[in-house]
């Protein structure tokens, strides 16, 4: 690592200047990068896939860390260009990709095991997280830097402020934890309001593809009008009455207050009845 510029050399030479238009705000603290790492676990011998790099700083301490592999996903050239230094101080060891990371395929790209950890652009973070929790099974982990506000939503428990369609998503398939939170002098620009890092873990066992559509409705029914009681938010998929008392759970609740459990009781007994 001695032969490579420093993060803000790295940055001065490519004219990294951070682009609002793709979400940029580049941690360029070495020590705040290495930390990023360390939470995320061991990562001898898997293969990383990290989103977003910039001029590299959490790229170079995954690679220190001791990743087997980092698979670095870029949507801006002046930065992939940055990344060919660090390819080549690892040789082997790091691919990077000028792509849009919404419409890669992480399990085509890299092979088991597999984690994920990356500073999300703002702008994209919450879709990326949808689509990567739709094949949660196929990852060890993730552990991802988002905006603070987003990344409590995703931890909120019921009847916290923020708890919501993200939030079941994420813990009807993960275990997630807020790990680390980050003000916003710690990036460069740096934004309006700070971020934080989510780490989560896959539960051994994943959903079906059925079950998740079915749960997909029920949730979206139930918060897509939050302020209402579940036997009028859940009117749209019939029977409202009849879903709920099947499931055990009184009509006159609101959707903040179900479980995650609760809410796959719910989708469990819309497929049932063939809904």
């Known amino acids: 690592m001695a032969e ?28 705040l990068c290495a930390r990023i790492a360390r939470v995320a676990g061991d990562l001898a011998g898997r293969h990383v896939l990290e989103v977003g790099p910039g001029p590299g700083g959490l790229t170079r ?8 592999h980092v698979h670095a996903v870029e949507l801006d050239s002046r930065a992939v260009a940055a990344l060919a230094e660090l390819s080549e101080a690892h040789p082997g060891r ?3 990709t000028e792509a849009d ?15 994920i950890i990356a500073n999300l652009p703002y702008n994209v973070g919450s879709p990326l997280l949808i ?15 988002f905006q603070q506000e987003v990344a409590e939503r995703i931890v909120a428990a019921p009847d916290a402020e923020g708890y919501g369609r993200m939030a079941v ?9 807020l790990v680390l939170r980050l003000p916003p002098g710690a990036f460069s620009p740096p934004p309006k309001v ?24 029920v949730t979206a029914a139930a918060f897509g009008q939050r302020r209402k009681m579940l036997r009028g938010s859940l009117k749209s998929l019939g029977d409202a009455e009849g879903l709920l008392g099947a499931a055990g759970i009184e009509p006159t609740r609101r959707a903040e ?5 609760e809410f796959e009781t719910l989708a469990r007994g819309l497929l049932a009845r063939g809904g």
């Not at 301490?61 to 087997?68: C, E, I, K, P, S």
């Open 94 to 96: 790091l691919t990077v």
């Open 4 to 31: 490579l510029p420093s993060l803000s050399q790295t940055v001065a030479r490519h004219g990294l200047a951070a682009r609002k238009s793709l979400g940029q705000h580049f941690l360029l603290d070495e020590a």
């Open 194 to 217: 700070w971020s934080a890092v989510v780490h989560l873990v896959p539960h051994a066992t994943q959903p079906d593809p059925v079950l998740a559509r079915a749960m997909e409705r």
């Open 131 to 145: 689509g990567w929790l739709a094949r949660a099974g196929e990852f060890e982990s993730m552990t991802l830097m």
């Open 101 to 115: 990371a919404l419409r890669i395929d992480p399990v085509a790209m890299m092979p088991a095991p597999r984690r």
């Open 169 to 177: 998503a994420a813990q009807w398939r993960c275990r997630a934890h």
């Open 257 to 261: 207050t179900l479980t995650v459990a």
């Open 61 to 68: 301490a995954l690679l220190a860390a001791g990743a087997d």
